[in-house]
């Protein structure tokens, strides 16, 4: 098999783990802190669940820029071991917590070690030949998305079976194992000596010398909106779908299947639409995916069944498939030569912006609009946003031409 087709195997396997490991908590967080740290109210329980979640993509915003930074510098490599290493050591940690405080350290300390998604983003792109860009991105995102399903119920069946605090050793060690095959069967060609006689420069000013590339400020805009988007309702989806259910027979099963199905068929289409974008050009891919994703958006505000509202969110997924693949391959392409680790660790900094305000301002705003406001909300942002990219992306199409 052909090096580059290696690496991304092992990475999409590698990203599988890391976004279960960091998703399998989400089930048993608060009966964690219930049963496990001695919270007794229910108040108390919610607010620290809800600060514990969002604490993780609060580090990961602010630190995925300096390790963009730092790959450059030290390979892409030398980052996926430090990521894959010390999350294998946090988690395992947290399997120790006595106190909400304790976790909660520890689910910041995660943020800021993470990064091994953007790492194994960068090292594939640069191994893999260009014609084939959309097809390793996009098979790349169905690992991560596979575990970002497949996580929270992997971690609520280990829960029933073996207890909390379980979960979190065994979600360590194969953390760990994943870091080992990566060390061992990933390559990666970088010159540490050339790149040490290149400029270095701060964060900001990387940032500022990036963003004068008309391109990629929309793509880091497109990021955040894709994750702003999916997240924003997600809190309040339960509630919709008891409304439209009507009763609570099966309750817990329709919400969990409304919830899971966006990813099931980001995952199925994901591989494929990088693929075809090989074909038609990522640029295309992704206006057609941003304008669907908005069309489906949308008409969920006005469904008036789980079964019409689970088609409009499998048919969203098939969309958003689309999306993260080629955000990445055209990232990849506007970014300069040497540049491109520090190009996708704002992208991912973007990501957890999105993962953080998502469920935070939808929350704010169900009050005034409902869920219902909150997907027509989404789905126009998502066509400003098609817009804008049109015009960004076609300029400078033209201008190549």
Not at 103 to 116: A, C, E, Q, T, Y
Not at 142 to 161: K, R, V
Not at 281 to 304: E, H
Request: glycine letters at 12%; charged letters at 10%; proline letters at 4%.
């Amino acid at each position: 098999m052909q090096r580059w087709k290696i690496n991304l195997y092992i990475l999409m396997v590698g990203n599988f783990l890391v976004m279960a490991g960091m998703t399998m908590i989400m089930p048993f967080l608060s009966l964690y802190l219930q049963q496990d740290l001695g919270l007794t109210d229910e108040h108390e329980i919610g607010v620290w669940a809800g600060i514990i979640f969002a604490a993780n993509f609060v580090t990961s915003f602010l630190f995925q820029p300096l390790w963009g930074k730092l790959a450059e510098k030290y390979g892409r490599k030398m980052m996926l071991l430090r990521s894959g290493f010390g999350m294998s050591i946090v988690m395992l940690l947290m399997g120790f917590a006595t106190a909400p405080w304790h976790l909660l350290i520890l689910r910041m300390l995660n943020g800021v070690i993470s990064g091994f998604m953007p790492a194994a983003v960068s090292l594939v792109s640069s191994s893999t030949p260009k014609e084939r860009m959309g097809f390793a991105m996009g098979t790349l995102q169905s690992g991560g998305t596979a575990g970002a399903i497949l996580g929270p119920f992997i971690g609520g069946l280990m829960a029933d079976n073996f207890g909390f605090r379980p979960i979190f050793y065994i979600t360590g060690t194969l953390l760990f194992l994943a870091s080992v095959i990566t060390w061992l069967l990933v390559h990666e060609k970088f010159d540490r000596a050339a790149a040490a006689l290149k400029e270095q420069v701060s964060v900001l000013k990387g940032f500022r010398d990036l963003m004068v590339i008309r391109q990629l400020p929309v793509l880091l805009t497109v990021t955040f909106l894709i994750q702003f988007a999916m997240l924003s309702p997600m809190p309040l989806i339960p509630l919709y779908v008891q409304h439209l259910h009507g009763t609570s027979e099966n309750l817990a099963f329709y919400a969990g299947f409304v919830g899971s199905v966006t990813g099931i068929s980001n995952m199925i289409c994901s591989p494929v639409l990088g693929k075809l974008s090989d074909r038609i050009g990522a640029t295309r891919i992704l206006l057609i995916c941003l304008a669907g994703s908005a069309v489906m958006t949308i008409p969920q505000a006005f469904a008036d069944s789980v079964g019409m509202l689970l088609v409009f969110r499998f048919l969203l997924g098939c969309f958003m498939g689309g999306l993260i693949p080629t955000v990445n391959a055209l990232v990849r392409q506007y970014t300069p030569d040497g540049k491109e680790s520090r190009a996708f660790g704002f992208n991912t900094s973007a990501l957890s912006l999105g993962n953080m305000m998502g469920p935070v301002v939808g929350g704010a705003l169900s009050g005034w609009i409902g869920i219902e406001g909150l997907f027509i909300l989404a789905g126009v942002l998502l066509f400003l946003t098609c817009i804008w990219a049109t015009r960004a992306l076609r300029s400078r199409q033209r201008a190549n031409g």
